[in-house]
């Protein structure tokens, strides 16, 4: 698999946000910064933690964010090899386990304990706007949904912050300013700022609110199966246009992770049709090993007709899982032309045993046992 390499930058002097008002939230920064060592094994645990002592969403929000500022640390040795492609959970226990990481594991351990502690949260991809200059390497933050609204939180950028953090719960409208998304609809926004726009500092006002059809967006999405996801991102990225090589690179890398669960679909589908036509060979098998013997035990003429029922069944359905390997990916891993003439050849086989039925059953009982000597061949 071709690794893509994400860099981030820790800086915590960027610009100027303003978070969501959250009130007093000394105490819950106290009480976070107290969680018991054997309660911050694993995210669930954490996210266990959480739900049983911070009764408020807000609360929990707040004191995930605590903890995973003041208890991961930067690893600047690694900031130039991160693979996008790891595994989600490789990203969130590799990190907790040394309690280090950069932005991706940040990101990936917020993100999962708020998911666990029942939080609609998604980590995003994009780059950033630091000092003024647009830094086009790959940074990862979180987007966080809070009374049909949603906010974006940076725990990289406020790694260790003491007193007031300065990206936590910010409005989509302030955090487009610094954090551009490769996917136009984690900006979240009215109307779409631009790449050229963002790169030109142009990216309207600071308080613009968001509308119900990005909520609404947004949870369609994270309601979709992980391809579609895919598909769906690759589509808005494309649409909005592909101006850089970092844009481009996550777009291909998006690609691919769409054409690695397409082919592990037409796996899964070839798979089963094959297992289609192994059924519908057993029945086929049995029928002619009932004829062989001269169709003894006696059954009656409508559970014989039958016996082949399950023959067409199990070759229509294998059929219908053909007809959509490779409509998704290039298919180069799986014979369909070799399994799609051995359907085709126990379809005719299978109809040659139906016309036999139908000569056996037109004719008197005296004729029928001829019939086995004539047909042979079938």
């Given at each position: 698999?071709?690794k893509?390499?994400?860099?981030?930058?820790?800086?915590?002097?960027i610009?100027?946000?303003?978070?969501q008002n959250?009130?007093?939230?000394?105490?819950v920064?106290a009480?976070?910064?107290?969680?018991?060592?054997?309660?911050?094994a694993?995210?669930?645990?954490i996210?266990?933690?959480?739900?049983?002592h911070?009764?408020?969403?807000?609360?929990k929000?707040?004191?995930?964010?605590?903890?995973?500022t003041?208890n991961?640390?930067?690893n600047?040795?690694s900031?130039?090899?991160?693979?996008?492609?790891?595994?989600?959970?490789?990203?969130?226990t590799?990190?907790?386990?040394?309690?280090?990481?950069?932005?991706?594991?940040?990101?990936?351990?917020?993100?999962?304990?708020?998911?666990?502690?029942?939080?609609?949260?998604?980590s995003?991809?994009?780059?950033?706007?630091q000092?003024s200059?647009?830094?086009r390497?790959?940074?990862?933050?979180?987007?966080v949904?809070?009374?049909k609204?949603?906010?974006f939180?940076?725990?990289t950028?406020d790694?260790?912050?003491?007193?007031?953090?300065?990206?936590?719960?910010?409005?989509?409208?302030?955090?487009?300013?610094?954090?551009f998304p490769?996917?136009p609809l984690?900006?979240?926004?009215?109307?779409?700022?631009?790449?050229?726009?963002?790169t030109?500092?142009?990216?309207?006002s600071?308080?613009?609110?968001?509308?119900?059809h990005?909520?609404d967006s947004a949870?369609?999405?994270?309601?979709?199966?992980?391809?579609?996801?895919?598909?769906?991102?690759?589509?808005?990225m494309?649409?909005?246009?592909?101006k850089n090589?970092?844009?481009?690179h996550?777009?291909?890398?998006?690609k691919m992770?769409?054409?690695?669960?397409?082919?592990e679909?037409d796996m899964?589908?070839?798979n089963?049709?094959?297992?289609?036509?192994?059924?519908?060979?057993?029945?086929?098998?049995?029928?002619?090993?009932?004829r062989?013997?001269?169709?003894?035990?006696?059954?009656?003429?409508?559970e014989?007709?039958?016996?082949?029922?399950?023959?067409?069944?199990?070759?229509s359905?294998?059929?219908?899982k053909?007809k959509?390997?490779?409509?998704?990916?290039?298919?180069?891993?799986?014979?369909t032309?070799?399994?799609?003439?051995?359907?085709?050849?126990?379809?005719?086989?299978a109809q040659r045993q139906?016309d036999?039925l139908?000569?056996?059953?037109a004719?008197?009982?005296?004729?029928?046992?001829?019939?086995?000597?004539?047909?042979?061949?079938?």
């Open positions: 698999m071709k893509a390499v994400l860099a981030c930058f820790s800086l915590l002097t610009g100027t946000v303003h978070a959250f009130g007093d939230m000394n105490g920064d009480r976070a910064l107290t969680i018991p060592p054997a309660e911050t694993s995210t669930t645990t996210a266990g933690y959480i739900n049983k911070f009764p408020t969403d807000p609360e929000i707040r004191a995930i964010y605590t903890w995973v003041a991961i640390r930067y600047t040795d900031m130039y090899a991160i693979n996008w492609g790891a595994d989600e959970d490789v990203k969130v590799a990190a907790l386990r040394r309690r280090k990481g950069v932005c991706e594991n940040y990101a990936a351990i917020f993100t999962d304990i708020a998911q666990k502690a029942g939080l609609t949260a998604y995003v991809t994009g780059y950033t706007r000092y200059t647009v830094v390497t790959g940074h990862v933050w979180c987007a949904r809070l009374n609204a949603w906010f939180c940076d725990p950028w790694e260790g912050f003491r007193n007031t953090p300065r990206y936590f719960m910010i409005s989509p409208a302030e955090f487009i300013q610094t954090h490769f996917d984690w900006q979240l926004l009215p109307s779409t700022v631009t790449e050229r726009d963002f030109a500092g142009l990216t309207g600071k308080t613009a609110s968001i509308q119900d990005a909520d949870l369609a999405y994270l309601a979709l199966p992980e391809a579609e996801k895919n598909e769906a991102a690759a589509y808005r494309q649409e909005a246009g592909i090589e970092l844009q481009k996550w777009l291909a890398f998006t992770k769409i054409a690695i669960v397409n082919g679909n899964e589908l070839y089963s049709a094959v297992a289609d036509l192994n059924k519908a060979t057993n029945f086929y098998n049995a029928f002619v090993q009932y062989n013997n001269h169709f003894i035990p006696l059954k009656a003429e409508a014989i007709n039958g016996m082949l029922r399950p023959v067409a069944i199990h070759i359905a294998a059929w219908e053909v959509v390997i490779g409509k998704k990916a290039d298919n180069f891993q799986y014979d032309g070799g399994l799609s003439e051995r359907l085709v050849r126990l379809t005719g086989q139906k036999f139908k000569r056996y059953f004719v008197s009982p005296a004729e029928r046992d001829k019939l086995f000597y004539r047909s042979s061949g079938q």
